[in-house]
Every structure is written in structure tokens, then in C-alpha cells.
């Protein structure tokens, strides 16, 4: 997706060869614009899947998943990492190990908003060890909802997380794959290769 490589190349900052900065469009300030445009190409990806709904995990899956469910008339259910009163009974959970703040979280969300009747589209802002994916794959399993695929914004191809779950043979559809973050800069997989 050439907007998002060119907002990624302009504005991310490479912390490490590991950590890549976006939180300036992203996961702290949020281009809506740019939003708008992912939500639109993950709704031309998924256009006939059958998608009923979105699943996410708070906070930075939120805003492309809001703009993809706006897009494609579906509604949206985001993963909890935190306790809360209203949200008791009927949990479905997982355990997540955050690969950036390297904390594990247990995610929820409530048994009335993701049924065996779904048909769900993951999507994520980052994709590196797939921790979060697979958090999300557990809980579309113990509610017995369908998974057309996972889409995730910004992929790290240099970490095992998108291979494991092709291997699993889990449909994963990246927006911008980066195969190496090195001398500052953030390297492409060509587009031709990701799809």
C-alpha cells in the first residue's frame, strides 16, 4: 500500500533493528485520513468473505479496525487487557505476551459479542512474534467463530510471526511488510511478494 510506506518512510523512526516508531500516524497520534485508507483496502481484501465481524485488541487495533467496520457495515469488538467492572460474566480469554512492552496480558472480551454465528476479520496495527494473532485466534476458537483472516497494518517480515501463521495456514493480509529495519531506515518487501 503505497500511502502507508510513504507515511512509514517519512514519518517512522527506527528505534532499533528490531522497534520501529509510528506513533505519530499510528498507535499514539491517528492520520485519519490514512485510516480511511487502510479501512479501504482491508474492505476490498476481504470484500467477499463474508466477514459479520471485526475483532481487534485494544489500543492501537482500534482505529484501521473502526475504518475497515465503518467500510464494510460491520461492527467492531476490541480485546480488553484490563479488568472491568462491567465486563464479568461470560469472558472469553487469552494470554498475550506483548513483544514491544515485553508484559503479558490476559485479553477479553465478553461471550455476547463474538458467537459461533461469526464470521471474523482480525486486524492488528503490528504483526511481529503473532502473539496478539494468536490471542485473538484462541478467543474466535472458544466461541466457535469462523476466522476469514487476519489483516495487519505494518508486518515485521524479519520475525517469525507472519510465517507461523501462514504455516498454520492462517490467510494473513499485511498492508506493508518490512523484511529489515537497518541504517535508520525501514526496507521493503516488494508488493508483488506479499501477495
Not at 25 to 46: V, Y
Not at 48 to 63: P, R
Amino acid at each position: 500500500m503505497k500511502q502507508l510506506h510513504e507515511k512509514i518512510s517519512s514519518e517512522g523512526r527506527v528505534l532499533s533493528e528490531e522497534v520501529l516508531k509510528v506513533d505519530s500516524f499510528l498507535n499514539h497520534q491517528i492520520d485519519p485520513k490514512l485510516m480511511q485508507a487502510i479501512g479501504e483496502e482491508f474492505s476490498r481484501r476481504f470484500k467477499n468473505d463474508g466477514i459479520t465481524k471485526i475483532l481487534t485488541i485494544e489500543s492501537s487495533g482500534i482505529a484501521p479496525s473502526v475504518m475497515a467496520g465503518l467500510i464494510m457495515g460491520v461492527p467492531v469488538v476490541f480485546a480488553r487487557k484490563r479488568a472491568s467492572l462491567t465486563l464479568t460474566e461470560g469472558l472469553i480469554s487469552a494470554e498475550v505476551k506483548s513483544f514491544t512492552k515485553q508484559t503479558v496480558n490476559t485479553i477479553s472480551v465478553s461471550g455476547d459479542y463474538v458467537t459461533a454465528d461469526d464470521r471474523l476479520l482480525i486486524i492488528d496495527d503490528f504483526l511481529a512474534n503473532g502473539q496478539a494473532a494468536i490471542g485473538l485466534l484462541d478467543i474466535a476458537e472458544q466461541a466457535g467463530a469462523s476466522v476469514a483472516g487476519v489483516g495487519i497494518v505494518i508486518e515485521k517480515g524479519f520475525q517469525q510471526g507472519g510465517r507461523f501463521l501462514r504455516d498454520q495456514g492462517v490467510r494473513v493480509e499485511s498492508l506493508a511488510i518490512i523484511d529489515s529495519l537497518e541504517d535508520g531506515k525501514a526496507v521493503f518487501r516488494e508488493e508483488a511478494e506479499t501477495r
